[in-house]
Nanobody, 126 residues
Framework: QVQLVESGGGLVQAGGSLRLSCAAS????????MGWFRQAPGKEREFVAA????????YYADSVKGRFIISRDNAKNTVGLQMNSLKPEDTAVYYC???????????????????WGQGTQVTVSS
């Protein structure tokens, strides 16, 4: 019943911006951590950003800190990712993730998350 659906991906020129959104259904995740990961061909899925709750702690990978902003909207049960100053190395499939519980020690670990979206492609051209 739980479903996470990402949207907002696309092709953008280096230096541009995109905003990803993840809509969750089947469960309310306002009290639980949600995050974003990405995976490029030939590479492992890597952590991008996470937020425990709408007003909780925020975590970013060093590679995106200062450029990406994660947000939570409990009323809409969504998590967003504003991506600015995009670089070609940001090209990847971006996945939304959510936990089934509040226990949270390693936001950068894929093992911390129970539910995953189908992914949305982000391509950054030079």
């Amino acid at each position: 019943q739980v479903q996470l659906v990402e949207s907002g991906g696309g092709l953008v020129q280096a230096g541009g911006s995109l905003r990803l959104s993840c809509a969750a259904s089947g469960r309310t995740f306002g009290s639980y951590p949600m995050g974003w990961f990405r995976q490029a061909p030939g590479k492992e899925r890597e952590f991008v950003a996470a937020k425990t709750t709408s007003g909780g702690a925020t975590y970013y990978a060093d590679s995106v800190k200062g450029r990406f902003i994660i947000s939570r909207d409990n009323a809409k049960n969504t998590v967003g990712l504003q991506m600015n100053s995009l670089k070609p190395e940001d090209t990847a499939v971006y996945y939304c993730a959510a936990r089934a519980g509040s226990y949270y020690r390693s936001p950068a670990s894929t093992d911390e998350y129970t539910y995953w979206g189908q992914g949305t492609q982000v391509t950054v051209s030079s």
